[in-house]
């Protein structure tokens, strides 16, 4: 699986942004999907995730109520809907693939869960 993300550019705190990652191959309806985000210095940290059918999504707390993850099988492509962004947002934002439907955040919060990364696309929010 190859995954091409895109969608990222400069906004204005309080702006929106919604980020596209496409997948290669036919099986995309198999994995999990999940964004993850680096800003500079920092460590990689989890963002959000959605199962294969798309009914259970999960959120780190710090996304919750304004991020929102969906995906569209027929198109092989996940989405990530941002909303009120603000400057500690700004990051390099990744997406993954996980060939698992297992429920629960948990397992979708950890990096290393995940079999395929893309090359990342980044946001920057300004003040």
């Known amino acids: 699986v190859q995954l091409q993300a895109c969608g990222g550019g400069l906004v204005q705190a309080g702006g929106s942004l919604r980020l596209s990652c496409a997948a290669s191959?036919?099986?995309?309806?198999?994995?999990?999907m999940g964004w993850f985000r680096q800003a500079p210095g920092k460590e990689r940290e989890f963002v959000a995730a959605?199962?294969?059918?798309?009914?259970?999504?999960y959120y780190a707390d710090s996304v919750k109520g304004r991020f929102t993850i969906s995906r569209d099988n027929a198109k092989n492509t996940v989405y990530l809907q941002m909303d009120s962004l603000k400057p500690e947002d700004t990051a390099r934002y990744y997406c993954?693939?996980?060939?698992?439907?297992?429920?629960?955040?948990?397992?979708?919060?950890?990096?290393?869960?995940?079999?395929?990364w893309g090359q990342g696309t980044l946001v920057t929010v300004s003040s």
């Open positions: 191959g036919r099986t995309f309806s198999s994995y999990g």
């Open positions: 993954a693939a996980a060939f698992t439907d297992v429920a629960g955040s948990y397992y979708y919060t950890v990096g290393a869960k995940y079999d395929y």
């Open positions: 959605i199962r294969r059918s798309g009914e259970s999504t």
